[in-house]
């Protein structure tokens, strides 16, 4: 899993509230188990005119927000269904951190473990972060794991609250797999004192 330390990107503004998995990955890209690839189909029924040409007023498909890495999005988002392809897509389009005053849980724990931050404000600092992500290709926040700050395009700064245990997985990039071998060694001599009492 790739490591989130600082992040400067453009931010896009999703004042769009409930916005459930099937509407972040649609049903019919749900047949790969591949995390790559998937980025074409992020948000596609609404990226998208039924003749497969781009929507011209959705915003990632205006110019200033093609190349954004952050979302700035409404209240409880990533609701609906458990899929783990919503955070995959949303990775393989770019996107490594997401900002509202609400998640579903099951979607934010999917977030950690696919190496994006999902980040929880007040609904007065999410005001503040619509605004700035409403500056087009000004647009840039710049987001500090370690301080746990988001600095504007302005120079004013956000705090935000993250558990320690998900902090310490996304600034070593550590999924619960890569957890899990950082304690191989008192795993290991766990087993061998198992085995020398015949338990093997």
Known sequence: MEKFTTLTGVAAPMRITNVDTD????????????????????????????????????????????????LVAGDNFGCGSSREHAPWALADFGIRCIISTSFADIFFNNCAKNGILAIIVSPQDLEKLFDDAERGANATLTIDLESQTIKGPDGGTLHFDIDSGRKESL??????????????????????????????
């Open 171 to 200: 600034l070593n990039g550590l999924d619960e797999i890569g957890l899990t071998l950082k304690r191989a060694p008192k795993i290991d001599a766990y087993e061998e004192k198992l085995a020398a009492r015949g338990f093997a």
């Open 23 to 70: 509407r972040i990955i649609p049903k019919q890209y749900l047949k790969t188990i591949k995390r790559t690839g998937l980025g074409k189909g992020l948000f596609s029924e609404m990226r998208y005119n039924d003749d497969g040409s781009e929507n011209p007023d959705f915003v990632l498909n205006k110019p200033a927000y093609r190349n954004a890495k952050v």
